[in-house]
T-cell receptor, first 115, second 116 residues
Framework: DQQVKQNSPSLSVQEGRISILNCDYT??????FLWYKKYPAEGPTFLIS?????DKNEDGRFTVFLNKSAKHLSLHIVPSQPGDSAVYFC??????????????FGSGTRLQVQP | DTAVSQTPKYLVTQMGNDKSIKCEQN?????MYWYKQDSKKFLKIMFSYNNKELIINETVPNRFSPKSPDKAHLNLHINSLELGDSAVYFC???????????????FGPGTRLTVT
């Protein structure tokens, strides 16, 4: 039972255009959502996050939108650059019974930005 | 300056062997983790650990055990390796899990384990 789903395994966009990566979740107890970026042979690196009490967070070319009623979030990259080509993981954070927080990751979307 | 480092980067071994993967972080974080990236590319938590508490994902076989000699290190020991253990294993660290705010985890580069 995957609580965080990224249904598009890959996405290809032209340089300068918008990239939109989507993520769906099932657990309404998630309190934060995070996006990670991963290059080949490297570990994931944190990109941007959003609290469950907000619907938008922007950081430069990256904007994350959260639709709680639909249990859906998306990452927008504008304008897309070839260096953005990587695998993007959506992650959601929940508070466990112990009071500690744990992340659940999606399966990732491979973004390719064509020059 | 490598924040989270893992060794080795690649590990090829035979079934039945015992192996270890080392992880070190120089970020001063309180909590460290081990993840397994399976064939379907999901990143699945195996353990989270700080100096007070080890939290184990109940689906992890007891052949896997974390060992923490100090706050900056969390090594992964695997006994009696099986073919299905082949995967990429990532170490990560973060501030205390109880702290408020959106903490992020910092990942190591991964160790690709191949069991033949």
């Amino acid at each position: 039972d995957q609580q965080v789903k990224q249904n598009s395994p890959s996405l290809s966009v032209q340089e300068g255009r918008i990239s939109i990566l989507n993520c769906d979740y099932t657990n309404s107890m998630f309190d934060y959502f995070l996006w990670y970026k991963k290059y080949p042979a490297e570990g994931p690196t944190f990109l941007i996050s959003i609290s469950s009490i907000k619907d938008k967070n922007e950081d430069g070319r990256f904007t994350v939108f959260l639709n709680k009623s639909a249990k859906h979030l998306s990452l927008h990259i504008v304008p897309s650059q070839p260096g953005d080509s990587a695998v993007y993981f959506c992650a959601a954070r929940a508070i466990m019974d112990t009071g500690r927080r744990a992340l659940t990751f999606g399966s990732g979307t491979r973004l390719q930005v064509q020059p | 300056d490598t924040a989270v480092s893992q060794t080795p980067k690649y590990l090829v071994t035979q079934m039945g062997n015992d192996k270890s993967i080392k992880c070190e972080q120089n970020l001063g974080h309180d909590t460290m983790y081990w993840y397994k990236q399976d064939s379907k590319k999901f990143l699945k938590i195996m353990f989270s650990y700080n100096n007070k508490e080890l939290i184990i994902n109940e689906t992890v076989p007891n052949r896997f055990s974390p060992k923490s000699p100090d706050k900056a290190h969390l090594n992964l020991h695997i006994n009696s390796l099986e073919l299905g253990d082949s995967a990429v294993y990532f170490c990560a660290s973060s501030q205390d899990l109880l702290r408020e705010g959106a903490y992020e985890q910092y990942f190591g580069p991964g160790t690709r384990l191949t069991v033949t």
